[in-house]
């Protein structure tokens, strides 16, 4: 049985947890490089949660520079086992206005100045995520939501861009004719990194305003988009404390398959593995590499 560690990756706006008990932050490092800030950990009613601020405390960290391998290695290394990820994002469908929620289920990747793996040369693998979200986990935050009278929309595709900047609106119009529901730019390569570090893995995209496809788009503010902001901060701390709770059982191995994603991923042969690689993957492939 797996004793539920809960690692939090919260998103802009978001850069601590309120509510947790016997809490302190503390620096891990990586051979992978240095994670976006120190992590905070601490229990919620008896569940052990680690808490990472995406951006660190701040906003220091644009999505293009973030080191995402760092950050989900440091929080397997923190004994993390299941994550839920908090993320600011635009709206691509009128039906999802600023302040909506949504348990995302699918992602588009279309970043391309990350790294997107652990492995590489040395070391290949390949692992599954046709279904990139655990669902499991995205049924636990469902139910909490409904629990504290927070109306979220279950099921979603989130178009990943690289960023800094944002949309076109010819690539707004793209993505909406693509059938996808919001747009950001941080939750990859994070959930695929987190399938191959065979970590849980679920998003809740907060809805700040209409990307630049909504013909109100131009006259939205920053004080506008701050406030909703803020909003979604607050709401998102209350899911987060209403889902904890309900992931803390112990529990067997995911249904879905997410803590055995390894299984059969790396082709490699081991003669021919490089040794320094090999090292770097001490956690994150602990469980099949011994």
């Given at each position: 049985?797996?004793?539920p560690v809960i690692g939090i990756i919260g998103g802009s706006g978001i850069y601590d947890i309120e509510g947790l008990e016997n809490k302190a932050w503390r620096h891990v490092s990586t051979p992978w490089g240095e994670p976006s800030d120190q992590l905070l950990e601490g229990t919620l009613g008896g569940t052990r949660c680690v808490f990472l601020p995406r951006h660190g405390r701040g906003h220091p960290l644009s999505p293009s520079r973030l080191n995402y391998r760092a950050n989900i290695d440091a929080m397997k290394r923190a004994g993390v086992t299941e994550i839920i990820s908090l993320s600011a994002v635009g709206s691509l469908r009128e039906d999802l206005p600023p302040g909506s929620f949504v348990i995302v289920d699918q992602f588009i990747d279309r970043s391309f100045a990350r790294e997107k793996s652990f492995f590489g040369d040395g070391c290949v693998a390949h692992v599954s995520v046709a279904h990139p979200v655990c669902p499991r986990l995205g049924d636990?935050?469902?139910a909490a939501a409904g629990r504290i009278g927070l109306k979220v929309t279950r099921g979603g595709t989130y178009l990943v861009m690289e960023g800094p900047?944002?949309?076109t609106k010819a690539e707004?119009?793209?993505y909406r004719a693509w059938g996808c529901s919001v747009i950001g730019m941080t939750n990859m390569p994070e959930a695929k990194l987190a399938r191959e570090a065979e970590l849980c893995y679920a998003t809740v995209a907060m809805v700040t305003d209409f990307d630049c496809w909504h013909p109100d788009h131009d006259h939205v503010t920053v004080e506008q988009v701050v406030k909703v902001l803020t909003g979604n901060a607050d709401r998102a701390r209350a899911l987060v404390r209403e889902v904890i709770p309900a992931l803390s059982a112990p529990r067997g191995p995911c249904p879905a398959g997410c803590d055995r994603a390894l299984d059969h991923?790396?082709?490699t042969a081991p003669e021919k593995r490089n040794?320094?690689?090999?090292?770097?993957l001490d956690v994150v492939a602990a469980r099949v590499l011994g």
């Open positions: 049985m797996v004793q636990a935050l469902q900047q944002f949309s707004s119009e793209l991923a790396i082709i040794p320094a690689l090999m090292a770097k």
